[in-house]
């Protein structure tokens, strides 16, 4: 299950929304999921920082990424960092001017 994030600002009552979901093992990413989420900005599927430490939590294992982010036009930010990707599409990013 996703945990959405929205913070508020004088803009737009949803001015940032994004999906914070590091370490728990996720292996694919659908653009079925994603296509109800149009005004997402921030999609963080990286490792996270453990503690003070230099320790870190792992990432997920998603492998592959194909042409998952056609509705969501609104992203910037991108963490897939920890993962196990081996083959992105070219057409992934097409269309994300803001990224």
Known sequence: MFQLNK???????FSQIGIDQG???????????????PLLEQLLLG?????????????????ELGAIFGHNEQLQVIDFSRNRLQ????AT?????KL
């Open 87 to 90: 083959k992105i599409d070219p």
């Open 47 to 63: 490792g996270k920082k453990h503690g003070w430490g230099p320790a870190f939590v792992g990432g997920n294992r998603i492998t």
């Open 7 to 13: 913070a508020k600002s004088h803009h737009s009552s």
């Open 93 to 97: 990013f097409a269309g994300l001017k």
């Open 23 to 37: 370490g728990n093992y996720l292996t694919e990413l659908s653009a079925a999921v994603l296509r109800h989420l």
